[in-house]
């Protein structure tokens, strides 16, 4: 399974992206699948994840209320919408795929090659 985040740019403080993770090679409705992010010169950390159905999600406290989210099987993508965005969730954003509702980097298998959001005081 390959996947290609896309989605990044450059925002103002209080704008909106959706990034997106398309799978290929192989389907990723069957995953678990995560979002961690690293900024310059800092340890990559959990953001959200969502489980295999959409039926159950997790969002690290930061993020929580601004951040969502969700998967479409059917279009082999999932998504995080991210609002209200502030200065501090400038990094370089991973998607990831595993097994279990993780918010441990470790514990996904598959990995996108990141897309970078900046965001502008």
């Known amino acids: 399974v390959q996947l290609q985040a896309s989605g990044g740019g450059l925002v103002q403080a209080g704008g909106s992206l959706r990034l997106s993770c398309a799978g290929s090679g192989g389907t990723i409705s069957i995953y678990d699948m995560g979002w961690f992010r690293q900024a310059p010169g800092k340890d990559r950390i959990f953001v959200a994840a969502?489980?295999?159905?959409?039926?159950?999600?997790a969002h690290a406290d930061s993020v929580k209320g601004r951040f969502t989210i969700s998967r479409h099987n059917a279009k082999n993508t999932k998504y995080l919408e991210m609002d209200n965005l502030k200065p501090e969730d400038t990094a370089v954003y991973y998607c990831a795929a595993g097994t279990g509702l993780s918010r441990y980097y470790s514990d996904y298998t598959y990995w996108g090659q990141g897309t970078l959001v900046t965001v502008s005081s």
């Open positions: 969502i489980n295999w159905s959409g039926s159950n999600t």
